[in-house]
């Protein structure tokens, strides 16, 4: 892991966001300063990334795919920025030891529970479905879940969303934390459902045009 390059790439890399977008970010004051965390977040661009790098306080452990880690520049990378793989198609032990060793240690892990990138009606905000696993480990692991809601980070798949004209409108929302004391079937419930009142209630502050999740 390395925290220096995490900063290193999020002081130079939010620049370009920063100089493109006008953003709607709401409920930063969920996320535990210290303290083990799970940030439990919607899914509908790979751009979800970056922008929760940018604006969270804290450092997030992205749990990713591991097909991406099969290259050896992105391996590199990823991991340089304390990320480390899942492996969708089979039960993955290291993976959920990492997580543990992760919140053991006080830091802030970021899933994506819904398993994959889920836009428009496939999204948990309109399914109201996520993968089973991150109630069992904030149990386990006695972390608070932060849930999250990404609006519009599809926008960016558009080179013109890039031009520094701060034309770019998206939206992160940031919901109180769900109690790990719960029962782990609880817990994916109440996120279920914080998710989608976050979305309902951020999306209105974004052009109609702009409510892509």
């Given at each position: 892991?390395?925290?220096?390059?995490?900063?290193?790439?999020?002081?130079?890399?939010?620049?370009?966001?920063?100089?493109s977008?006008r953003?709607?970010?709401?409920?930063?004051?969920?996320?535990?300063?210290?303290?083990?965390?799970?940030?439990?977040?919607?899914?509908?661009?790979?751009?979800?990334?970056?922008?929760?790098?940018?604006?969270?306080?804290?450092?997030?452990?992205?749990?990713?795919?591991?097909?991406?880690?099969?290259?050896?520049?992105?391996a590199?990378?990823?991991?340089?920025?304390?990320?480390?793989?899942?492996?969708?198609?089979?039960?993955?032990?290291?993976?959920?030891?990492?997580?543990?060793s992760?919140?053991?240690?006080?830091?802030?892990?970021?899933?994506?529970?819904?398993?994959?990138?889920?836009?428009?009606?496939?999204s948990?905000?309109?399914?109201?479905?996520?993968?089973?696993?991150?109630?069992?480990?904030?149990?386990r692991?006695g972390?608070?879940?932060?849930?999250?809601?990404?609006?519009?980070?599809?926008?960016?798949?558009?080179?013109?969303?890039?031009?520094?004209?701060?034309?770019?409108?998206?939206?992160?929302?940031?919901?109180?934390?769900?109690?790990?004391?719960?029962?782990?079937?609880?817990?994916?419930r109440?996120l279920?459902?914080?998710?989608?009142?976050?979305?309902?209630?951020?999306?209105?502050?974004?052009?109609?045009?702009?409510?892509?999740?």
């Amino acid at each position: 892991m390395s925290d220096v390059f995490y900063r290193a790439v999020r002081f130079f890399g939010s620049h370009p966001f920063w100089m493109s977008s006008r953003c709607v970010v709401t409920g930063l004051e969920h996320i535990p300063r210290s303290g083990p965390a799970i940030i439990a977040c919607t899914h509908s661009s790979p751009f979800d990334v970056p922008l929760l790098i940018r604006h969270s306080p804290r450092l997030l452990d992205f749990v990713s795919i591991v097909e991406v880690f099969e290259n050896p520049f992105v391996a590199w990378f990823y991991g340089s920025m304390n990320a480390f793989p899942l492996d969708r198609h089979k039960p993955d032990a290291p993976t959920v030891r990492t997580m543990f060793s992760r919140l053991e240690q006080g830091r802030a892990i970021a899933i994506f529970p819904e398993g994959a990138i889920r836009r428009g009606e496939r999204s948990v905000v309109h399914t109201r479905t996520i993968k089973p696993g991150v109630g069992r480990i904030a149990n386990r692991a006695g972390a608070p879940v932060v849930p999250a809601v990404v609006i519009n980070s599809v926008a960016y798949s558009r080179g013109v969303a890039w031009l520094p004209r701060r034309a770019t409108r998206y939206a992160i929302a940031f919901g109180p934390p769900i109690a790990p004391t719960q029962d782990a079937a609880d817990i994916e419930r109440s996120l279920v459902a914080e998710l989608v009142r976050l979305y309902e209630s951020a999306v209105a502050a974004l052009p109609e045009s702009c409510r892509v999740i």
